[in-house]
């Protein structure tokens, strides 16, 4: 799921893994960027990686993924 677009830095989060991945592009400030994690990232998700290519960096964040959203059919008699 991607999330509202702010200049700059756009968010997505992963409902399977429970990763919530931010983009940025260079020379977004440090306000509009604290601002975006704030905005859309639970304040408890631990950064685990980053990864800067050309003119942009990611940032990813581990969350807890949502058990009832994911792409493996939920068999009937467990629920």
């Keep these: 799921m991607e999330l509202p677009a702010m ?3 756009s968010v997505h989060y992963s409902r399977i893994s429970g ?6 592009d260079q020379g977004v400030t440090a306000s509009a960027l604290t601002a975006a994690l704030a905005r859309y ?3 408890d998700v631990p950064l685990v990686e ?4 050309v003119g942009a960096a990611m940032l990813i964040f581990q969350g807890e993924s949502d ?3 994911g792409d493996v059919p939920q068999d009937e008699a467990s629920e």
């Design 67 to 69: 058990p009832h959203d």
């Design 7 to 9: 200049p700059g830095i």
């Design 41 to 43: 990232l639970p304040a």
């Design 19 to 24: 990763r919530h991945t931010a983009v940025i």
């Design 50 to 53: 980053t990864l800067t290519h």
